[in-house]
């Protein structure tokens, strides 16, 4: 299954390859991206695919979170339990 990912991410030098390799290393593929130049910061729209059944969307989303110079992470993972919580499969 292919989920996507708009991310806001600073102008820093290594920034994007800080990005493309989190994803790898996490065990996805990348199937599709583009970037864009918004001002102050670039607007990456990715599209990923996991290697295995094992993989979590939505664990991969806080992780990208947490790298230096990202300011926002949107996903259109559906993987949502009634509260509103992501749910990975165990």
């Known amino acids: 299954m292919k989920d996507a ?3 806001q991410i600073d102008h820093a030098e290594g ?7 989190l994803i790898e290393r996490r065990g996805f593929y990348i199937a ?3 970037v864009s130049d918004a001002g102050a910061f670039r607007e990456v729209h990715i599209a990923v695919r ?3 059944a ?3 969307i939505h664990a ?3 992780q990208i979170d947490k790298l230096i110079g990202i300011r926002r992470v949107a996903t259109n993972a559906s993987a949502v339990d009634h ?3 992501s749910v ?3």
């Open 32 to 34: 599709d991206m583009s």
């Open 83 to 85: 509260q509103g919580v």
């Open 88 to 90: 990975c499969p165990a």
């Open 54 to 56: 094992g993989r979590c």
């Open 50 to 52: 996991e290697r295995d």
């Open 5 to 7: 990912f708009l991310i």
């Open 60 to 62: 991969l989303g806080r």
């Open 15 to 21: 920034s994007l390859q800080r990005l493309v390799g």
